[in-house]
């Protein structure tokens, strides 16, 4: 990797403890978010709960899913026009912020990225430095998971082989990742990461921030012809909403029944009143 590059990834990671602050949940969650142990149990438990998740999936859910098949049909009818677009001047494949974008989709940048906010959430007791690793995990895990079978039982040839973009050998090699270009793999683990990231963010300008890698990964993968349009926009979705299922585990509501009374009456509101010459209290229940 470029020295020039390592020394953005260090810095990136040298960062981590000091922008910890940006990151935080909503007041509303905080029950939620403290309630869970982000351990190896709860890993596991939620590894069991996304391979049920088919047997759940409701009218949204498939809804979303044609919705992802639709579009990645329609941006095919584009994929030759925009690679000739972009691949007719390569003067800028060896720029920083292409080679930033590619180093997200990266294996050891997502474990660096998990063992940064690690390290930080262990010698400082930071929850939600906790739960952005954990959470890096299991996205890039779960995404890579459902994203790696999808390439290999398609097959589709990569723009580079100049085979067109509608030539697939289905169940190609796993070893042979000429025939393994759509979802985008690269674009896929940006996402997740970025949808992470984003989810935790504390200010707007930190969560719309978060996306920055992702455009240039969505730009990139078409722009260095390792991918056509439409392999970064199916990938990119899966990324996304595997991160937000992710997120939306430890972001639950908890609902404190106990101050629940019998008959259904959460709280008791008593306040004064005036009102010309009258005046009184006013009682209010909230059930």
Request: proline share 5%.
């Given at each position: ?71 990645t ?44 906010f690690?390290?930080?959430a262990?010698?400082?007791g ?56 759509l ?34 990964s ?28 992710v ?9 404190n ?8 009456i ?19 229940l909230?059930?």
């Amino acid at each position: 990797m470029d020295i020039i590059l390592k020394k953005y990834l260090l810095i990136l990671l040298i960062l981590i403890p000091f922008g910890s602050s940006l990151f935080a949940q909503n007041p509303v969650l905080r029950d939620s978010v403290q309630r869970n142990k982000y351990d190896f149990l709860e890993f596991a438990t939620e590894t069991w709960d996304i391979i049920k998740q088919p047997t759940k999936w409701d009218g949204s859910d498939l809804l979303k899913i044609g919705m992802m098949g639709t579009g990645t049909f329609l941006a095919m009818q584009v994929d030759e026009p925009i690679r000739r677009a972009l691949n007719h001047n390569t003067t800028y494949a060896k720029s920083y912020p292409i080679l930033f974008a590619n180093m997200w989709g990266e294996i050891y940048f997502t474990e660096l990225l998990f063992a940064g906010f690690s390290v930080y959430a262990l010698y400082n007791g930071d929850n939600t430095a906790h739960k952005i690793a954990f959470e890096i995990a299991q996205a890039a895990c779960y995404t890579f998971y459902i994203n790696s079978p999808l390439k290999v039982i398609i097959g589709r040839a990569r723009p580079y082989l100049n085979q067109g973009n509608q030539t697939y050998v289905p169940f190609s090699k796993y070893s042979n990742p000429d025939h393994q270009s759509l979802p985008s793999g690269h674009t896929a683990i940006v996402l997740a990461l970025t949808t992470v990231l984003s989810r935790n963010a504390k200010a707007t300008w930190l969560k719309i921030l978060a996306y920055v890698p992702a455009a240039l990964s969505l730009v990139g993968r078409v722009y260095l012809d390792k991918h056509w349009t439409s392999d970064v926009l199916l990938g990119g979705a899966v990324g996304y909403f595997t991160a937000t299922w992710v997120v939306d585990q430890h972001e639950k509501p908890v609902e404190n029944s106990s101050k629940v009374s019998p008959a259904g009456i959460s709280g008791v509101n008593i306040q004064p009143y005036i009102f010309g010459d009258t005046y009184g209290l006013g009682l209010s229940l909230h059930l």
